[in-house]
């Protein structure tokens, strides 16, 4: 079965640093998302992406993180300067088609930030 | 926005037992899919169901649209089957709005 594919799965990142979160998606979906899991708490969305664009975002999802597709395969979150509180699980997810298929989320990525 | 809620909160079984996990939903939904999080944190799919019902293996799951619940039923439960169980409802065309879980504890 197609896998949604994340790397890594675990990042240790000093506070103020830079962070690149990675993501494959299944090839033919066209449908891009990411989630987040702070600890003990629900997944929250961050955004979506379709057509080379955001599509919709949430209120966390603000100037500190931006999503990029930079090839055909590949789909990244990247968090600037990132804060202690941006520790959490990270989930891509695509879609081939929201409304008939559902979403597959990959395996996450852990960020720790110290 | 909508509003998911998951019952109960937690679970405590004995290996063998069956279990059912609800999701009560606030407004109507084109998506809703189970996942299960695994003591990884990994999300495994469980089923997409936005309506009727679907079985796979000991697991399977019924959602009711016009009445805005589903539930997840679990037979013979194993070890295993320990972690927490997410409901999660598309909200508008882009994206999942999650419940709280419901933490699943299977004692041998």
């Known amino acids: 079965e197609p896998e949604v594919t994340q790397t890594p799965s675990h990042q240790v990142t000093q506070m103020g640093q830079e962070v690149i979160l990675r993501c494959v998606p299944i090839?033919?979906?066209?449908?891009f998302y990411w989630y987040r899991q702070i600890l003990g708490q629900k997944v929250e969305f961050l955004v979506s992406?379709?057509?080379?664009?955001?599509?919709?975002k949430s209120e966390i999802f603000d100037d500190q993180f931006s999503v990029e597709r930079p090839d055909g395969s590949n789909f990244t979150l990247k968090i600037r300067s990132t804060k202690l509180e941006d520790s959490a699980m990270y989930f891509c997810?695509?879609?081939?088609?929201?409304?008939?298929?559902?979403?597959?989320f990959g395996s996450g990525t852990r960020l720790t930030v110290v | 926005g909508i509003q998911v809620e998951q019952s109960p909160p937690d679970l405590i079984l004995q290996e063998g037992a069956n279990s059912t996990l609800r999701c009560n939903f606030s407004?109507?939904?084109?998506?809703l899919q189970w996942f299960h999080q695994n003591p990884w944190g990994q999300l495994i799919n469980l089923f997409y169901?936005?309506?009727g019902t679907k079985q796979n293996g000991r697991l399977s799951a019924t959602t009711v649209a016009t009445e805005r619940y589903s539930l997840l039923y679990i037979s013979s439960s194993q070890t295993t089957d320990s972690g927490v169980y997410f409901c999660?409802?598309?909200?508008?065309?882009?994206?999942?709005?999650f419940g709280q879980g419901t933490r699943l504890t299977i004692n041998p």
């Open positions: 999660a409802v598309a909200e508008g065309a882009q994206k999942l709005v």
């Open positions: 407004d109507s939904v084109n998506n």
């Open positions: 997810a695509s879609s081939v088609s929201p409304f008939s298929y559902g979403y597959t």
């Open positions: 169901i936005p309506s």
């Open positions: 992406f379709y057509n080379n664009e955001i599509s919709e």
């Open positions: 090839s033919n979906h066209l449908y």
